[in-house]
């Protein structure tokens, strides 16, 4: 791989030992995929933030490296609501811990704000071809596939890496060659909301990590197509999908039909709401995976107007997001609700506690089962909140 | 004798060679606080990594496997050197963190020229494995 001289600088540590590691990071990486060379990247986006998730181990690591970011770079989900999570139940010796991962990720730069969602926040809008370091696999599959910006689906460490350097290695998603579609995915009937959530849960598990283009009989909004991407990198490994006539490249590319197809028919989506019918009553309800966008948090606020639920529910969304629009948030939590930021109900040790919850998300379908251990039913938005236990208040 | 390789995480470490043809997933598969293979499944259950040149073909699993990497060198328990068939990225990033010397694509098959208890020096800086003569 060819290095420019100050990059062979770096990787001989002229500028310390978290730079020299970092950069052999991206090198390593670089030759196991067979790049070329390193190329700059606008912004970078770490996974590894729950204390959940990356233990004492990954904590020890964040914490001995110094030096800071180069590139704007924002982080993956908590483990809890920064400062809310004494009401989430959260334990407070996980809470100290989760506190220091966010200052040891701080001390390097990194804005510690917690979302799948960083396409919604100011200094993280991207635009078609533009270069990435993405880690969060619904965050990636957005920015590739509806965006149409260029990441791999980066591991913490390497994108940690990538915000020290300000550049990654030019492999795999960078390159025009690898995005191009693979399989043809064939929707037989119309879909409009959570259906999409549906469709990336049930064809994820086929694609594995291919890039699928759909031929879909009605235009999805962003909001869908964030749901479809979220539940097709969840079920499956999906970083990257078209919808011929939609999606950005798509459009620009007039992409050749893949001779491999997979018929998707009303049946399978609907076997999707079907599953787990026969948790009769959930004990909590939660939404917002990927975070919510603002679209989303009016369409919630308009349904819970009036009402009071008798459930606990969250409503996931980014801490930004909730900040801009405070009478959003005020009409949510009216009904008793939660609008619950920096985390969510996949990544929070404090779903584990519930038996059963209901979701009207493909991600969080395919992840709470296995992760939290608690049975999970899925929904529309709707339906989640008739699910909440709704009573009107006049 | 000396084997040419492929360079992933610089460094040079000596040690003893112990060989495993299973994939190796730090996570779950080792103990980080004592560096023993703790999965019963495993073709290296109850014996320790701590110290050794480890082969292994590659590893597999959560990336969390970095970490147990790492945990594992400040413990003082990882491995002086490992040589991979094809390494991948878990434990690449694991063994550049945690400063222990990985190679992979020798020249020659490690499991031909290579047995356990055999003494060898992995220079990674310079991109050869070099076996100790008896």
Redesign the interface.
Known sequence: MYLTPEEEKTLDGEYGRSLQ?AI??LV??G??YGADKLIPVKSAQIA?VSYK??????L??ISDLEGKVKIPSILNPAGMDIVRWDEMGIDPVFAKKQQEIIEAYAKLGIQTKCTCTPYYLEGFNVTLDDHIAWSESSAVSYANSVIGARTNRE????ALSAALVGKTANYGYHLDEMREPVVAVEVDCELSGSDFGALGYVVGKTVGSRVPIFYTKNEPSKNEMKALGAALAASGAVALYHIEGVTPEAVRNKFTRPDEVIPVERTQIDEVYEANKDIQSSEIITVGCPHCSVEELEEIAGLVEGKKLQKEMWVCTAREVAERHPDLVQRIEKSGAKVVCDTCMVVSPATNKYASITVNSGKALAYVPSMCKVAAKYASIEDCIKEAGVVDEN | MKIKC?????GVAEGEVLLTNDAISFLGNVD?ETGEIVEPQHELYGQSIAGKVLVFPHGKGS??G???I??LF?NGVAPAAMINLE????V??GA??SEVPLVDRLENDPYEILKNGDRVIVNSTEAFVELKDE
């Not at chain 2, 390494?87 to 878990?90: A, C, D, F, K, L």
């Open positions: 590691k052999e990071i390593a990486l030759d196991i590894g998730t990356i233990g004492d181990a990954g020890e690591w591991g913490g460490p390497s | 492929r360079t992933i995480s610089r980080p990336t969390v970095s970490y147990v790492y945990q400040k390494s991948e990225p878990i690449a990033v550049i963190i």
